[in-house]
């Protein structure tokens, strides 16, 4: 399967804690996307990196990406409770024209 | 509004009835997409439109699935005579553009179906 893969499947920190998921995927790629999911709702985009990129922050979220790795990772500094969500990698890979999701890590951060 | 709105955001009806779910995607955006999302699953690619054409329908599970875009908006998915393993949250996305460029996508918040 080409689907990127995210780990942990789940992770529960305290608030003020850093949270680090990762993705791995198996085939080259033109971009790889960041998503979170609140329950019950769809899914919002969170950082798009290029595949010529290693590196790129917004806000309090960090992402790299390691090509020869085929892995990213989403760091989410100083963490909040309404950071709690499921968060999902999403690869373009080279020559595909839609998105392939993995299956999500569920981030769980108490008070 | 100015974000994907999808409807019914619910809809339970028995097996072997048709159903139709609709998607208006963000105005001006000429992609629009279909997932399928299983509780506690990751989604699922469905079928990609690309203005009211659809280059990419790989997805649809079998051929009771069907789905039309017209006037490069509105979107319908359609599910005849449904089963239960149809259980689960549609969710309709857009982007700007679509093909080889991989735009984020804007997500609706799906619409919840269950077959009794």
């Known amino acids: 399967s080409q689907q990127g893969e995210e780990d942990p499947q789940a992770l529960s920190i305290q608030e003020g804690e850093n949270a680090t998921m990762n993705c791995s995927y198996k085939t080259s790629i033109n971009n790889l996307q960041w998503y979170r999911q609140n329950s019950g709702r769809g899914l919002v985009h969170l950082i798009l990196i290029r595949s010529n990129e290693r590196e790129k922050h917004s806000g309090r979220l960090r992402v790299t990406l390691d090509t020869s790795k085929k892995s990213s990772s989403l760091l989410i500094t100083a963490s909040r409770a309404a950071d709690t969500a499921s968060y999902f990698c999403?690869?373009?890979?080279?020559?595909?024209?839609?998105?392939?999701f993995g299956k999500g890590t569920m981030l769980l951060v108490s008070p | 509004g100015a974000g994907v709105s999808q409807s019914p955001s619910n809809k339970v009806t028995e097996k072997g009835k048709d159903v139709e779910l609709r998607c208006d995607p963000i105005?001006?955006?000429?992609?629009l997409y279909w997932y399928r999302q299983r509780l506690g699953q990751g989604l699922e690619f469905l079928i990609y439109?690309?203005?009211?054409?659809?280059?990419?329908k790989s997805g649809l599970p079998s051929d009771r699935f069907s789905a039309e875009r017209t006037g490069e908006s509105v979107s319908t998915l359609t599910i005849q005579r449904t089963q239960q393993e149809d259980s689960a949250v549609y969710l309709c996305a857009s982007s700007l553009t679509g093909g080889f460029s991989n735009q984020p996508q804007h997500f609706g918040d799906g619409t919840r179906l269950s077959i009794l």
């Open positions: 439109f690309q203005g009211n054409s659809a280059p990419d």
């Open positions: 105005s001006g955006h000429t992609a």
């Open positions: 999403a690869t373009a890979f080279s020559g595909y024209s839609t998105l392939t």
